[in-house]
């Protein structure tokens, strides 16, 4: 199989998503050149093709392959996100983070960086880095307003929670509220009722914490975070009163989170009322 052959055989697999035999042609393609140049490319179209594959160590690999053979590389933003998501997908969050802060160095104005954006603001929220977020996030709205309502509602989660971790309570719920307005299915509508029990159960408005709660795992029965729901219930009943069913839902919530997040907060309320 002639070089030539192999890398247009290769990107027709890629191109008809045959990952497999993608990955199979490139690396025959790669043995089969010695310039530097091209091989920089094939290491480049390789790294999707991991990628693709789920193959993320790999994708990583080849992308750092394809900027060692050319410094020049004239799609260097698409390797660094790329490599920036396989990170995120492996779990090593600060390897991603640096390698997304790295891609938008280079673009972020761009409709593909624009996923750069999105992802590297939902790092930083994930570690409580909320201004960094915030700015992200208003910066790829605009975007995602015009293009994909689902990422679109997705900022509006994000934002909102941002907000409230700020205590800025009248705009979080304003933001929550724009993003119920906005959701068209359940799992959309009950993550804006999610955002607005917590900002009852600040204000100590605990009936409507407890039916915000319920209305959130009625509209998804399998709601991402019902150990949040269920502490928020148990609080707000014990808040109001109401002991008899915090007990009933204290004895629910240690046996389905024995080691949960709420456990300490839980027992102290626990062992108030036993006093």
Not at 76 to 94: A, T
Not at 228 to 234: I, K, R
């Amino acid at each position: 199989m002639e070089k030539q052959n192999a890398l247009e055989m290769a990107r027709k697999y890629l191109s008809n998503q045959n990952y497999q035999k993608a990955k199979e042609t490139y690396l025959q393609a790669l043995k089969e050149t010695t310039d530097d140049q091209t091989r920089a490319f094939i290491w480049a179209e390789l790294s999707w093709t991991f990628y693709n594959l789920q193959s993320f160590q790999s994708c990583i690999e080849a992308a750092e392959n394809c900027l060692d053979l050319n410094a020049d590389y004239n799609a260097k933003e698409d390797l660094y996100r790329l490599i920036g998501f396989s990170y995120m997908s492996m779990g090593q969050d600060q390897k991603a983070i640096e390698n997304l802060e790295q891609s938008i160095r280079i673009d972020r104005s761009s409709v593909k960086q624009q996923y750069a954006l999105f992802n590297l603001a939902k790092l930083y929220f994930k570690h409580q880095k909320y201004q960094q977020a915030w700015e992200l996030l208003n910066e790829a709205e605009g975007f995602f307003f015009q293009n994909d309502k689902d990422y679109w509602l997705s900022i509006l989660y994000m934002k909102g929670f941002v907000k409230y971790y700020q205590n800025q309570l009248n705009e979080a719920e304003r933001i929550f509220e724009e993003l119920l307005e906005n959701a068209p299915g359940g799992k959309q509508r009950a993550s804006a009722l999610f955002g607005l029990a917590f900002i009852a159960f600040d204000r100590k408005d605990y009936l409507k914490t407890i039916n915000l709660c319920e209305a959130t795992a009625k509209l998804d029965e399998n709601f991402y975070d019902k150990e949040t729901l269920g502490f928020l219930t148990a609080a707000s009943f014990h808040y109001l009163g109401r002991n008899d069913v915090f007990e009933k839902y204290y004895q629910q919530m240690i046996k389905t989170y024995p080691e949960g997040r709420y456990r300490k907060e839980l027992d102290m309320i626990k062992s108030k009322i036993s006093n």
